[in-house]
């Protein structure tokens, strides 16, 4: 928990000082950079109509460089930089520089949330969605304090002086961080590398980790995961819903992905040599960076002459995060995070295959490098809420979409303290471990009346998820009606349809909406409150419903209109995916009439 990165020899003397710090552009530097961009050379041109697919397009470049030389206002974004308070202290031998946002807001439960960034971004990428994580969020009754860390080696905070500080250890040092500023509990988000420190922290602290918020859900270096995935292909709807497969499959596709990994092997392998050259040239730099820019928040901005840069972000918003690196010159340390993961691969491998249950939420960008399925993130995240999924976006969430972002943390960090205080479990739910049958117990009904399920006792029962925006909702509605129709009567069938709103967040109305929308739909069969059917707040009944019968790659629910087959004893005896219409059920519930 100590380990020491700092210089030689080691000073092991306890420095708890925490000291303000404030970011300088100073004249001396600012001359220096503008002289560097006065005078670099000219690149080559580009291939006609190639935009960034050979990389940063160099006619775009000069453009970008005129504007730091003569545009960018050094001394505005000095201010910029120092709106929030900026500290340094020692740890583990290393200043390591932090902004601490504090709430302006009474009368309101704060709770400490640390946020991580990965590469190439800074803690610059946070900026716009810090106003809206410290001002109270409408039904909502805690806000946040924020403390935003420059990881070891990036921007602000010193790099390691010996070889090994990985993301393992990097989670160390952000742990000793928050214990030094008196946080004995806290919440972690990150994305990137911020996810890996994130996903370490929950792994190795859980006493300490309240709830794991990650933009990069993935699991990269779990081998099952990565197994599930290829064999997957063949049969993508065993592992991912129907409406998400194209960001999985054609897994030929998703290795075309490869194209914007050139950076890893350099990195991974001999990142001094690369650094070298863009620690003193500005303009490779700005390249460099800025091109992921482009290619991680859509692939296919690569094929414009700008990169679509300037559709996200602006040139001033772009160049704060590159100057992160300049005025440290911290390139050079930032890129040998990727070397250590891969001299220590088989660490980060097991670490990936450690579980935790560390409740987690993960949003997922349309455009982002990875896409993986929550059935896989529970091999690890046992207590994996849900998945926010975003039709838009990329890799830089927080800079790129704020809002979107800060709304999602809200909910994340909303539904763990349900979780954690146990609000939402009712004192006569039974024990699904011990239950035998269905018929043990008690739910509500759409009215919010309570309902024994031993009243259907005799009966065969289908039990269905719903969602009322759905691609599969109309023909579910309509078949399971006639189901009911065809033998609520004559086989004595009775439907038990549960809305839930895991899945896409298809199913976000109140229980007047859904009622609405039932009686829209002439809905002939039994309605119940809606619930949540995975993860730790998931209803004992589907709990109970999973225990009994476990699905393929796992006994997750994969997406709305699951569906259950009671016999009349009250014993699941079969599980059918979304992918099986209500008709087609016939001939299996023939074998229980």
Not at 380 to 387: A, F, L, T
Request: hydrophobic share 40%; net charge neutral.
């Amino acid at each position: 928990m100590n380990e020491y990165w700092g210089p030689n020899p080691n000073d092991l003397t306890p420095d708890l000082e925490i000291t303000p710090f404030k970011i300088e552009f100073s004249d001396v530097m600012i001359h220096d950079l503008r002289e560097r961009l006065l005078h670099c050379k000219s690149s080559a041109s580009p291939p006609e109509q190639t935009g960034f697919t050979y990389g940063f397009n160099t006619n775009f470049l000069t453009r970008v460089l005129d504007f730091w030389k003569n545009n960018y206002n050094f001394k505005d974004r000095e201010q910029f930089f120092n709106k929030y308070k900026h500290f340094k202290t020692k740890i583990q031998g290393l200043d390591i520089h932090f902004i601490h946002v504090k709430p302006d807001a009474k009368d309101i439960t704060v709770v400490p949330l640390l946020m991580i960034h990965g590469w190439p971004g800074s803690v610059r990428e946070f900026y716009e969605v810090i106003p809206i994580l410290t001002k109270p969020m409408p039904r909502k009754n805690f806000v946040f304090e924020l403390v935003i860390p420059s990881l070891p080696g990036f921007g602000f905070s010193q790099g390691a002086f010996r070889p090994g500080l990985t993301t393992t250890k990097m989670a160390v040092v952000m742990l000793n961080l928050m214990k030094r500023l008196g946080y004995g509990k806290f919440y972690v988000q990150g994305g990137d590398i911020g996810h890996y420190v994130g996903s370490a922290m929950a792994t190795m602290f859980p006493n300490y980790i309240l709830g794991f918020h990650t933009n990069f859900p993935t699991l990269m270096y779990n081998q099952l995961a990565t197994l599930c995935i290829y064999i997957g292909s063949a049969w993508p709807r065993i592992l991912v819903e129907a409406e998400f497969v194209s960001r999985l499959y054609p897994y030929s596709q998703q290795l075309q992905k490869l194209r914007e990994s050139g950076f890893l092997q350099e990195e991974a392998t001999k990142p001094d040599t690369m650094a070298a050259a863009l620690s003193d040239s500005p303009a490779g730099l700005a390249a460099y960076i800025l091109e992921k820019f482009a290619a991680w928040t859509n692939p296919e901005y690569k094929n414009a002459g700008d990169g679509k840069l300037l559709d996200k972000f602006s040139l001033t918003s772009l160049l704060d995060n590159v100057m992160v690196y300049w005025v440290t010159n911290s390139v050079t340390t930032s890129l040998r995070a990727y070397a250590e993961i891969v001299i220590d691969y088989e660490t980060h491998t097991k670490f990936d295959e450690i579980t935790t249950k560390v409740p987690t939420w993960g949003i997922k960008f349309k455009h982002d490098l990875l896409f993986h399925p929550d059935l896989l993130l529970t091999l690890k995240y046992r207590n994996y809420h849900v998945s926010t999924v975003v039709d838009d976006g990329g890799h830089f969430a927080a800079f790129e979409n704020p809002t979107i972002m800060g709304k999602d943390i809200y909910s994340a960090v909303a539904t763990f303290r349900r979780f954690q205080q146990h609000v939402d479990v009712p004192t006569d739910y039974i024990n699904y471990e011990t239950a035998t049958s269905v018929h043990e117990f008690t739910v509500k009904d759409i009215y919010g009346e309570t309902v024994k399920l031993d009243k259907y006792k005799g009966y065969v029962l289908v039990i269905v998820n719903i969602a009322s925006q759905c691609g599969l909702t109309d023909t579910n509605y309509k078949q399971l009606n006639e189901l009911h129709e065809k033998y609520a009567t004559t086989k004595n069938l009775r439907i038990l349809a549960f809305p839930c709103n895991q899945f896409g967040k298809q199913e976000p109305g109140t229980s007047k909406d859904i009622l609405n929308f039932a009686k829209e739909k002439d809905v002939k069969f039994d309605l119940f409150e809606k619930i949540e059917v995975n993860g730790p707040n998931a209803h004992p009944l589907y709990k109970f419903l999973k225990k009994m019968q476990a699905g393929t790659f796992g006994d997750y629910i994969k997406w709305n209109f699951s569906k259950f087959i009671i016999d009349k004893n009250g014993v699941p005896v079969e599980r059918l995916g979304p992918n099986v219409y209500p008709l087609d059920m016939e001939p299996l519930l023939a074998k229980y009439w």
